[in-house]
C-alpha cells in the first residue's frame, strides 16, 4: 500500500469522526458518558436544525450539502468505500453531536488531550464492526482494532502524526470519539453501568436548565471560564462575560453559565447563570426585571434617534426573566420579520 493510499485512508476515516464532531444539547442518555472533571459542554443538535423552519423545505440547500460531503469522500475510493460500509447517512441518521471537556487555559489542547465527543443517532453496529476489521485488515499501519471489555474500540493514528483518533460504538444510538483511550474505556464503563457517572454539582444543574430542545447550547462553569481568561489570545466577544465571572467569583455568587440558541421561525434564546442557591437566583431574576424595564424604555428613545435600532427595540420587548432552581435565567426572542430586517442592512 502506498504512503499516499495510507494517507487517504486516515484522512478519510478522519473526516468522517470529524463531520461527526463538529454537526459538536446534551440529552440524558448522552450525559451518563461524561468524565467526572467536564466543565464545559457544547451540543449541535443536527436534527433540530435540519427539520426546523428555517431548512424545511429548502431542497436545493440541502442538496448542495448532500454534494459537498460526497464530493469530500469521492476524493478518495478507500475511503469512500469504507464510509459506504457503514450505511450511516449524517442527513438522516445524525441526531446531536455534543463535546465535552475539563476546564482549562487551553480549550483545543483541553480537548485533545480530555475531551470527548458524544454522536448521537443511528448506527449499524455489525456493519461498524465489520467495515472497521475489513479496515484494519486493509491497512493495519493506519487502523487497529482493540477490544474495551465487549466493546470494538477502533484506532486510527495517521501517518506522520503520533495523536491516536480512538471511536467506539457504546450502543446502537451512541458514539464515542476521542484522542484518551482511557477516556473512552472510562466513558463505556459508565455507559453500561459499571462504572457511576460523578458530575460536579454545578455542571448537573447547569445542564438541568438548559434548553434540552435548542439547536445549539453550552455550558461552563465559572472556574472553567476563568482558566479561559488565563490563556493567551481571548476571543474579544468573550471578555465581558470573563469579567462578569470575575465579579462572580468575587462575590461568591456565581457557578456558571448556559446558554442555547433555537432555530424555527424565529429564533430563539436563553442566557442562565448559575448562582449558590435559589434564593439568589430569584433576586437575580427580580432585579433583571427592573432592570430590563429602563433598558427597554432607553432603546425605545435610541432608536427614534436612529431608526437601524428599530429591530432591536422588537427582540428587547420579548426578553423576560425567570428562574430555575439555583439558576437565574433569561430568555428572548428574534422573529422572523426582525432577523428579515437585520439581513437587509448587511452590505452585499
Sequence with gaps: MTRHCRIGVAVGLASLVACLTTAAPASAQNVKFFPAETEVVLTVNFRQILESDLLKGKKDELALLKAIAEGFLGQNADAEKYVKGLSFDPFKDLDTVTAVMPSSNDAAKALETKGLVIVHGKFDGAKWKATAEQAAKDHGDVIQVTRAGPHQVIEVTPPGDTKVICVALANPTTLLVSHNRAIITTALAQGTGEKKAE??????????????????????TSGALDELSKGQNVPPEL??????????KILGTI??????????????????????????????????????LAAKGLVATQAKQNPQLAPLVDVVKT???????????????????????ALKSIPR
Design 199 to 220: 458530575l460536579k454539582k454545578e455542571v448537573a444543574d447547569l445542564l438541568a436548565s438548559r434548553d434540552a430542545k435548542s439547536s445549539v447550547s453550552f455550558v461552563a
Design 239 to 248: 471578555q465581558a462575560l470573563l469579567q462578569a465571572v470575575q465579579i462572580g
Design 255 to 292: 457557578d456558571g453559565f448556559n446558554g442555547s440558541v433555537t432555530v424555527g421561525k424565529d429564533i430563539d434564546f436563553q442566557m442562565g447563570v448559575g448562582t449558590k442557591d435559589a434564593a439568589t437566583a430569584r433576586k437575580y431574576a427580580q432585579d433583571a426585571g427592573f432592570l430590563l
Design 319 to 341: 426578553v423576560r426573566t425567570s428562574s430555575q432552581g439555583s439558576t437565574f435565567i433569561i430568555r428572548g426572542q428574534v422573529s422572523a420579520a426582525v432577523l428579515e430586517e
